[in-house]
């Protein structure tokens, strides 16, 4: 029934465990001289990063996140507190992300950050420069090159494989707080594993607007057990956690919780069998640089038409900013062009049912 | 690359900052000493402090002067720093009754052991701007002060502890477990144990925490409290000297701490007051006894009132947590807002409000609002 992690998912998060765990000191962290007070005084009053651990985070801390992440990957869904760090970055700017980032992060991994799809966002290339500074990584914009990718609310249109782990940043950390603002309240609803409240939310939607109006945060089912906020990726995304090969972290620095999709778990968006889950739709639209029909699409600007001074036309672009540069050089480059075999990956894969245009219609929930 | 709105990298951001910079430096005037800062405005550094959860005034008038004024982004600042440091030992309990007290007011009694200190307060004086200050020349108004030596400062038995010994104060539980919880080292979960409501509250920040006690008094709530006392003063630091054992006094803090009773009967049979405790690093006395009504009103444990449900309190009072949230909204949402305008535009066009709609209306089976199947073509 429920997909527990696999053997190798278990390996895999294992492996992430590089830092030797073993060898920690446990004064590892700011260096102090201990000779004197003055020398202590002396010791700490360095400026910059010289001063800093590996990967800012001193060892225990990366080792409990580590831990936490472990935990979640076991029970896929459950959000797993952990001491979450006053981080060098604003709570909401992705503090969960980098710390779960930069626990997992060792020096021969090669780490993506974006941010709303784009590498070149402000605050995607503020969290590259501090994993940079401080954990000496080499970064990327590729997908296919990543070993480890941060993400804000977007999960990747090319096809995430088992050697790369993608780090999701939370902004809220529970599906549940849509109809509960209690915490407490929503922890004894997934300890029985009572979901009705959302689904009279949902069905309430459809009585009143005929539609779920759920954008992004689209409810989702983990293995059967836990409902789970995906974070703000667009329903567009969702399909993709499943039975997806890579494994998934999801972090909220402000709300200090961790949980995880490991590698090969059902992952299936809460519908109905007559209000079936749907994507995002851009019927006739095409990446205005690139021509792809078949990625998340975002309106970037408004062009004047011919017709007169007050008409204007609605430009789309590709969300997926690193895709679409490769897009332009090969406009037919499929999603999984680096692997081997087909993989379903959301919309515009193979499995993906299309209408007569080619553009993606829905996508059903996961395991049907 | 064009047609991402926001392009940039890492240069972008180091001439944002160098913007930043510029504008403390942009008019003539003489760079601020942070000695300056924190010799005379003792209460920007003391917030800094007590909302960043450390004890360090150099530091924290060095984060004022370079969030330039921003006591929240200073608070900030120091919570950043502190995360990095090495946490070396704890300190031993401390009896506030040891306090050396510069300030102490009473509300609740008249005579009280120990006497009623006014000190420095800026209470009672009338509130008008003093043009002298604009460009006086510092002069100090209690240098003609006659000045006795009266000893070494008494013990200041608290308040509350005569209250105490009569059995009129009621005794909240024994806690299950004895240690407090740090909870910058373990995230709290709901419902929160009282020794982690006091800390969150003892670190949050200053106009949340006063808005939300004041909220109790205006009426959203039963605590209107009576103070047993207000105090300002230095506590000691004491630690367990690690080879002798013996308790060893390694610096003073400044704090200000706040008591107060509540007349909520929880038990008929035995009418007792209810009690509220205050304590922030610094001089800070609005936010010690805001703390003060709050930790008496989620005692209470009420459902209806905003200020008596820990969950509520706990989640709203922070500042770094509140102030990283809320400035996020200026990030980019291009992703969620269009998936937000897909939704809108579908329920549009299912309603027949659309006037262009994105997708063909006669296309869509002619159905009720439930029947149909999926909308999408």
Same mark, same amino acid.
């Given at each position: 029934m429920n997909d527990l992690p696999t053997q190798r998912s278990r390996e895999r998060v294992t492996m992430t465990e590089h830092t030797t765990t073993d060898d920690? /000191?446990?004064? *590892?962290? +700011?260096p102090v001289a201990t000779d004197s007070v003055d020398a202590a005084l002396e010791s700490l009053d360095s400026d910059g990063l010289?001063?800093?651990?590996y990967a800012y985070l001193d060892e225990h801390t990366k080792r409990e996140v580590r831990r936490s992440v472990l935990k979640a990957v076991a029970i896929p869904g459950h959000q797993v507190p952990y001491a979450s760090r006053p981080m060098p970055l604003a709570r909401g700017w992705g503090t969960g992300g980098i710390q779960a980032s930069l626990s997992i992060l060792g020096p021969e991994d090669t780490f993506k950050v974006i941010d709303q799809g784009a590498d070149e966002s402000i605050n995607a290339a503020n969290i590259r420069r501090l994993a940079e500074n401080t954990a000496d990584v080499p970064t990327t914009t590729d997908t296919t090159e990543a070993d480890l990718i941060q993400s804000r609310h977007r999960i990747p249109e090319e096809v995430l494989t088992d050697e790369q782990r993608l780090v999701l940043q939370v902004p809220i950390t529970d599906a549940l707080r849509t109809v509960d603002p209690s915490d407490a309240a929503n922890r004894r609803r997934h300890a029985h594993k009572n979901y009705g409240k959302m689904w009279v939310h949902l069905y309430e939607n459809v009585v009143e607007y005929? *539609? @779920?109006? @759920? =954008? =992004?945060r689209y409810p989702t089912m983990v293995a059967g057990r836990y409902l789970m906020d995906p974070s703000p990726i667009p329903r567009w995304d969702v399909p993709k956690l499943d039975h997806a090969d890579h494994l998934t972290v999801l972090a909220a620095g402000r709300e200090a919780r961790l949980y995880a999709v490991p590698p090969h778990t059902e992952v299936e968006p809460l519908a109905f069998d007559d209000r079936q889950f749907t994507v995002e739709r851009f019927p006739e639209q095409a990446c205005h640089a690139c021509g792809s029909t078949d990625t998340y699409l975002v309106e970037v600007s408004e062009e004047a038409t011919e017709d007169g001074d007050n008409a204007f036309e609605t430009r789309y672009a590709c969300n997926d900013a690193s895709f679409c540069a490769k897009r332009r050089k090969n406009p037919d480059l499929p999603k999984d062009h680096h692997l081997e075999e087909a993989v379903d990956w959301g919309?515009? +894969?193979? %499995?993906a049912p299309t209408d007569d245009a080619g553009t993606p219609v829905e996508q059903g929930g996961a395991g049907e | 690359m064009g047609y991402v709105a926001v392009t940039a990298g890492e240069e972008l951001i180091e001439r944002a900052e160098q913007l930043f910079e510029k504008q403390r430096i942009d008019d003539d005037a003489d760079d601020i000493g942070v000695d300056q800062i924190e010799g005379q405005l003792g209460r920007l550094t003391a917030q800094a402090m007590s909302e960043g959860g450390l004890y360090a005034p150099r530091l924290a008038a060095l984060a004022v002067k370079q969030a330039q004024g921003d006591t929240v982004e200073a608070a900030f600042l120091l919570r950043a720093y502190r995360s990095t440091l090495e946490r070396f030992d704890e300190t031993t309990t401390v009896d506030p009754g040891e306090m050396i007290a510069t300030r102490r007011v009473s509300p609740a009694f008249k005579d009280i052991p120990g006497g009623q200190i006014l000190g420095a307060t800026k209470d009672y004086t009338q509130r008008l701007l003093d043009f002298d200050l604009a460009d006086g020349s510092p002069e100090d108004p209690t240098a003609e002060w006659e000045l006795d030596d009266e000893g070494d400062p008494e013990r200041l038995t608290n308040v509350t502890e005569l209250l105490r010994e009569e059995g009129l104060l009621h005794e909240p539980d024994e806690p299950a477990v004895d240690e407090p919880n740090d909870t910058t080292r373990e995230s709290i979960t709901h419902p929160p144990e009282r020794d982690e409501v006091l800390q969150e509250l003892a670190r949050g920040e200053t106009g949340a925490v006063t808005a939300l006690g004041y909220s109790a008094l205006r009426g959203y709530g039963q605590v209107h409290p009576t103070l047993a006392e207000v105090r300002v003063g230095r506590l000691p630091v004491r630690i367990e000297h690690p080879y002798t054992g013996a308790e060893v006094t390694v610096t003073h803090t400044e704090v200000t701490e706040s008591e107060a009773v509540v007349p909520v009967y929880e038990k008929r049979e035995d009418p007792q007051f209810a009690f509220g405790y205050g304590l922030t690093f610094g001089r800070n006395e609005r936010k010690a006894i805001g703390m003060t009504i709050l930790d008496a009103s989620i005692q209470l444990d009420g459902d209806d009132e905003p200020a008596e449900n820990a969950e509520f309190v706990l989640d709203t009072v922070d500042g770094t947590d509140s102030f990283g949230f809320i400035e996020h /909204?200026? /990030?980019?949402?291009y992703v969620t807002f269009q998936s937000i305008l897909d939704r809108i535009r579908a329920i549009r066009e299912r309603k027949g409000l =659309?006037?262009?709609? !994105?997708?063909? +209306?006669?296309? !869509?089976?002619? %159905? =009720?609002a439930v029947a149909g199947t999926s909308d999408d073509d």
């Open positions: 920690v /000191l446990p004064d *590892e962290g +700011t010289e001063g800093y651990n005929g *539609e @779920i109006k @759920i =954008s =992004s919309p515009g +894969t193979p %499995d | /909204l200026k /990030l980019p949402h =659309s006037e262009q709609s !994105r997708v063909e +209306t006669d296309e !869509r089976p002619a %159905d =009720s």
